[in-house]
């Protein structure tokens, strides 16, 4: 039975295109999967289209023990860098409206950032001249790996290939402009950090019944970070979520076709921060 993998997309010491990999263990070493599987594509909505196959082979890569690339000689990028969609959910967690005394909504909160906000886990983030309020949110990411259109909460994680962290990071002045109009200030370029790594769902503990995804740090020495941890800032069950993966899929399935790589944020805790000195915390990444 196939293990749970980590796939990630990178480029080498040299440079050149964005490869297939695979990480032997958090934070660990990298498996060239493009050098191993040559006839596998380049873009991981690609691989991704190819469904149990393309992970069959990411498997043998992984156990053959050749292609091994030094994790600190290459570029980790977003795992998944050009979706379909980007679709998001805002206010998922009751502790989060607390916070902001806000009513928790009885339906899910749906916004979208546009896939050009998307950036690597460990690239900068541009910080728009023209805010003074930018704010940081760790949270789950889900990726679409089959497609689908009226998909039924019961089945719906049989169409999420599997998860990764997403810092949504929003200008909230502009977010509270023209009618508050959350797209504004959520979708400046890099305001959307992906990954290291996307972890396939059978990571989760507990499946689709009140399972959990646990998160670790993953902090390159070389990038300064705020004091508060990320971690602890924002550490919560998903039980927490109003709306978890599965329902959301399963709510209101006529208003969108669900294409092969959409990605989306389900939602962050409490105790968001914002950005100083236009310094970020480090996202965690999936153990």
Known sequence: MRGA???VRFRGAAGGGP????????????????????????????????????????????????HRVARGAT??????????????????????CEEQGARVPKEPIIFSKFPSAITGPFDDIVLPQDSSEVDWEVELAAVIGKRGRHIEESVALEHVVGFTV???????DWQLRNGRQWLLGKTFDTFCPLGPALVT???VKGGAHGGTVPVSPCVPSHRPTQPVDPLQRQRAPD?????????LR????????????????????????SCRSGVLSETPCLP
């Not at 039980?239 to 329902?247: E, L, N, S, W």
């Open 5 to 7: 993998l980590r796939l």
């Open 19 to 66: 490869r297939l990999g695979l990480e032997e263990a958090p934070g660990g070493d990298l498996v060239d999967l493009s050098a191993a599987e040559p006839a596998l594509p380049l873009s991981m909505r690609e691989f991704l289209e190819l469904g149990p196959r393309g992970l069959e082979l990411a498997q043998r890569a992984l156990e053959s023990g050749q």
């Open 75 to 96: 570029r980790l990028l977003a795992p998944v860098g050009d979706p379909e969609k980007l679709i998001c959910v805002g206010l998922n967690y009751r502790d989060h």
């Open 166 to 172: 997403a810092n949504d990071v929003s200008a909230r």
């Open 201 to 203: 769902r059978e990571a």
């Open 239 to 247: 039980a927490g979520q109003q709306h978890p993966p599965p329902r």
């Open 250 to 273: 399963g709510a209101r399935p006529h208003r969108l076709g669900v294409p092969v790589r959409d990605t989306g944020p389900w939602g962050h805790p409490a105790d968001g921060d």
